[in-house]
């Protein structure tokens, strides 16, 4: 037996269990399971759904009998990125899951032409490109929630997670998913730059597969040529020209200035003054007494020590991916899956959510 047919017989047959076991487990009539294992009838999204769940296999794999390359690479690494693999795994085989019940990920590309010039310059003309797309959609990337920024504007998911130390986040990319895994940091700026650079490397289309960043500051790594430009997208994606210019107008910076813009920004006084040095707004020496602040040091000289602290207890704060959030939700209101994706995106027990949900229905019915 071949197909989806053939697969859940191989699931059924692994469980242990008889046909009307596992149907009752899933809730399906056992008829219905015998038809369906026959040809007569077609599985249903939310028999597919189920099956999943209760086997711990992706539907793609129900669909198609092949596993996912990054589900593959999260099973086979050890080592530092095997903990973003895995969580990688997790959103992306969610996301190739919902897209086959019709929730497509609202991925939106740049529509750039083709890059020309160094990659450092291809990447301040990607960023250029992503600065007009925040713009038009009425955000700004000085804003306190650049997660929900990139997920806006332009539809990747975005997931903070708990990682192995050292390790600082990655970017996946494949037909259905496009998707960004951060760890937890108590280095706001430098989660913001990570972010910004793996936004780099799916806006870029530098593959279709995994990159891994573990340290995004690694100067071995940085003379890779994808890496130049994601360093350079993230550079002037977080930092704009037009802004920097205006702020530092033709006077240049003094020291509070200088630690103002910094926590304008959300970016470290070291990129921010290797950025100035670079468009030529501040000279060496400056940048040399600048790179020396922490960014503790500029909130206290700014009087934002409060905010820094809060900036800080966010960064090191987990949080799903807010797409794939909503999007869970709304295929499992329609019926078209279990609770059990939402869940586990909430990190909630399905049976304690799934009372929860109906509880709360009833009382809206009662009021």
């Not at 279990?338 to 995106?345: D, F, G, K």
């Amino acid at each position: 037996m071949e197909g989806i047919p053939g697969r859940v017989l191989t699931l059924i047959e692994a469980s242990g269990q008889n046909r009307r076991a596992f149907a009752q487990g899933i809730g399906l009539d056992d008829s219905k399971l015998s038809k369906s294992l026959s040809g007569a009838r077609r599985f249903s999204s939310l028999d597919l759904a189920r099956i999943a769940d209760k086997c711990g296999v992706t539907i793609e794999w129900l669909l198609t009998g092949e596993e996912p390359a990054l589900a593959l690479a999260a099973r086979t690494t050890t080592g530092q990125a095997r903990t973003a693999l895995e969580a990688a795994k997790k959103y992306s085989v969610m996301r190739e899951d919902l897209a086959a019940f019709g929730w497509v990920q609202p991925w939106r590309p740049l529509e750039v032409g083709a890059p020309g010039g160094t990659y450092a310059e291809q990447g301040r003309a990607l960023a250029s490109a992503a600065l007009t797309r925040t713009a038009s959609a009425g955000l700004s990337v000085t804003g306190a929630d650049l997660p929900a920024l990139v997920e806006m504007a332009f539809g990747a998911d975005v997931a903070v997670v708990i990682l192995d130390e050292g390790f600082d986040g990655l970017s996946a990319s494949s037909d259905d998913a496009k998707l960004i895994v951060l760890g937890t940091s108590a280095i706001p700026a430098r989660q913001r730059f990570t972010l910004a650079h793996e936004l780099g490397h799916l806006l870029a289309g530098d593959d279709q597969g995994v990159h891994l960043d573990k340290d995004i500051y690694d100067r071995a790594q940085a003379r890779d040529p994808s890496e130049i430009r994601a360093n350079n997208f993230a550079s002037a994606f977080l930092m704009p020209e037009d802004a920097l210019r205006e702020t530092a107008g033709t006077s240049g910076l003094a020291e509070d200035g200088f630690a103002a813009l910094a926590c304008d920004l959300r970016v470290t006084p070291s990129a921010l003054a290797v950025r100035l040095q670079q468009l030529r707004l501040i000279d060496a020496g400056t940048g040399d007494r600048f790179r020396r602040l922490t960014a503790a040091k500029a909130a206290s000289i700014t009087g934002r020590s409060e905010e820094f602290a809060q900036r800080v207890a966010n960064a090191s704060s987990a949080r799903p991916p807010g797409l794939l959030v909503r999007d869970a939700y709304q295929a499992y209101e329609s019926g078209a899956t279990t609770i059990r994706p939402y869940a586990n995106l909430l990190g909630i027990d399905a049976d304690e959510l799934r009372l929860a949900i109906e509880a709360n229905d009833g009382a809206a019915g009662a009021a």
